[in-house]
């Protein structure tokens, strides 16, 4: 390579002063590991969000135009389900029942839960049993509890566990699995939409969202039309994940918040990374005045002052994503309920920054250096 000899002298530069290389390492991967904590506490809690569309798999949604979340459904009248099946485009269309509720397990203690039901008749969206019989749920009274991190606080309920719901008698008849668990902390039992209804008090509507199948992708667009002449709104899933996304984002606390957290972890390792930096070409000056008087060109100083922060920047950014991991993997394993999740997003995020800290260090070395005149170094 042209300029492998100068990129030699500048790695030798940076990993002989052990201090201030391992004090630059050390500024950048907690720049890091902050950085990627706060992005993937927020993927994780928006993965959560997500979880009732992930769980139930409709291709579409019917919905009031102002719910933001899936959890916070507002309650419309059977005659959208009506229209709807009668929608050209539309495959077919069910009923579906969210809502909260408190019940009485046999220890007399009471505990929140999430009531999801499902159409009688295909049971659309029903999760997958680990234990139990799908037909089991067309008894009397019965109810499918799902086994996530919430599970035991009903106390680990088995099949054949007894508990009550609004004065009405529950019995467990099937353990599932879902594939994201819920963000509010409480458990999930699924019913039958009708039995839902009947256990819940509502308002005078009851159902909560209808979903519906399109017979291909051309016909989303003229549904999405004609729902919204009965005073609603259809989403794909994507759209109402995008929705719940917004809302999480801008109208609450939790965007803001990790947004700000974010920027001062950027902030502090731009600041330790500048300083120490701009120290380690203070205190080596003579010998970039050497390698100028030698014949150094000032581009080539350049070229060996980025590959120095960059160099140290890549290895601070691998350390940093290895430790964000090593925390995450193992708080996930003793804490059932800890959301956070690394994505590809979280990852360009903080190289992107990293990069950036890296450029900002870099500018402050190159400037100085190219200030410097061999004659001042030889005559100090």
């Given at each position: 390579?042209?300029?492998?000899?100068?990129?030699?002298?500048?790695?030798?530069?940076?990993?002989?002063?052990?201090?201030?290389?391992?004090?630059?390492?050390?500024?950048?991967?907690?720049?890091?590991?902050?950085?990627?904590?706060?992005?993937?506490?927020?993927?994780?809690?928006?993965?959560?969000?997500?979880?009732?569309?992930?769980?139930?798999?409709?291709?579409?949604?019917?919905?009031?135009?102002?719910?933001?979340?899936?959890?916070?459904?507002?309650?419309?009248?059977?005659?959208?389900?009506?229209?709807?099946?009668?929608?050209?485009?539309?495959?077919?269309?069910?009923?579906?029942?969210?809502?909260?509720?408190?019940?009485?397990?046999?220890?007399?203690?009471?505990?929140?839960?999430?009531?999801?039901?499902?159409?009688?008749?295909?049971?659309?969206?029903?999760?997958?049993?680990?234990?139990?019989?799908?037909?089991?749920?067309?008894?009397?009274?019965?109810?499918?509890?799902?086994?996530?991190?919430?599970?035991?606080?009903?106390?680990?309920?088995?099949?054949?566990?007894?508990?009550?719901?609004?004065?009405?008698?529950?019995?467990?008849?099937?353990i599932a699995r879902v594939v994201s668990n819920g963000l509010n902390g409480v458990?999930?039992?699924?019913?039958?939409?009708?039995?839902?209804?009947?256990?819940?008090?509502?308002?005078?509507?009851?159902?909560?969202?209808?979903?519906?199948?399109?017979?291909?992708?051309?016909?989303?667009?003229?549904?999405?039309?004609?729902?919204?002449?009965?005073?609603?709104?259809?989403?794909?899933?994507?759209?109402?994940?995008?929705?719940?996304?917004?809302?999480?984002?801008?109208?609450?606390?939790?965007?803001?918040?990790?947004?700000?957290?974010?920027?001062?972890?950027?902030?502090?390792?731009?600041?330790?990374?500048?300083?120490?930096?701009?120290?380690?070409?203070?205190?080596?000056?003579?010998?970039?005045?050497?390698?100028?008087?030698?014949?150094?060109?000032?581009?080539?100083?350049?070229?060996?002052i980025l590959f120095m922060a960059f160099f140290t920047a890549m290895i601070g950014?691998?350390?940093?994503?290895?430790?964000?991991?090593?925390?995450?993997?193992?708080?996930?394993?003793?804490?059932?309920?800890?959301?956070?999740?690394?994505?590809?997003?979280?990852?360009?995020?903080?190289?992107?920054?990293?990069?950036?800290?890296?450029?900002?260090?870099?500018?402050?070395?190159?400037?100085?250096?190219?200030?410097?005149?061999?004659?001042?170094?030889?005559?100090?």
């Open positions: 390579m042209r300029y492998s000899g100068i990129l030699r002298i500048g790695f030798k530069l940076l990993v002989n002063d052990r201090g201030k290389f391992f004090a630059l390492l050390i500024g950048i991967t907690f720049a890091v590991f902050l950085m990627m904590e706060m992005t993937a506490m927020f993927a994780g809690i928006l993965n959560r969000a997500f979880s009732p569309v992930t769980n139930i798999g409709a291709a579409m949604w019917i919905m009031d135009p102002a719910v933001n979340t899936a959890t916070s459904p507002i309650p419309m009248p059977d005659y959208v389900l009506d229209a709807t099946r009668s929608m050209d485009g539309v495959s077919y269309a069910v009923p579906l029942f969210m809502g909260g509720a408190m019940v009485k397990l046999a220890s007399g203690t009471f505990q929140g839960v999430n009531v999801v039901g499902l159409d009688d008749s295909s049971l659309f969206g029903r999760p997958e049993l680990e234990q139990g019989n799908i037909q089991d749920i067309y008894a009397d009274n019965t109810f499918f509890v799902v086994d996530d991190a919430e599970f035991s606080k009903l106390g680990n309920p088995k099949i054949g566990t007894t508990f009550e719901l609004n004065d009405h008698r529950g019995r467990i008849v099937g458990p999930s039992l699924y019913t039958t939409y009708h039995r839902a209804i009947e256990y819940l008090p509502s308002t005078r509507f009851t159902m909560s969202y209808v979903l519906v199948q399109p017979k291909n992708e051309a016909a989303v667009a003229g549904i999405k039309q004609q729902v919204a002449k009965l005073g609603y709104v259809a989403f794909t899933k994507d759209e109402f994940n995008n929705r719940i996304t917004h809302y999480y984002t801008y109208q609450t606390g939790i965007g803001t918040n990790i947004l700000l957290m974010t920027i001062i972890a950027f902030i502090v390792g731009l600041s330790i990374s500048g300083q120490t930096f701009y120290t380690f070409i203070l205190e080596n000056l003579e010998k970039f005045g050497a390698l100028k008087a030698i014949g150094a060109k000032g581009r080539e100083l350049v070229y060996m950014y691998g350390l940093g994503i290895g430790l964000v991991t090593l925390m995450i993997t193992i708080a996930k394993s003793r804490l059932p309920n800890y959301a956070a999740t690394i994505t590809f997003g979280n990852l360009g995020l903080a190289f992107g920054m990293v990069l950036l800290i890296a450029g900002i260090s870099s500018y402050i070395g190159i400037r100085k250096v190219l200030k410097i005149e061999p004659f001042d170094i030889f005559r100090g």
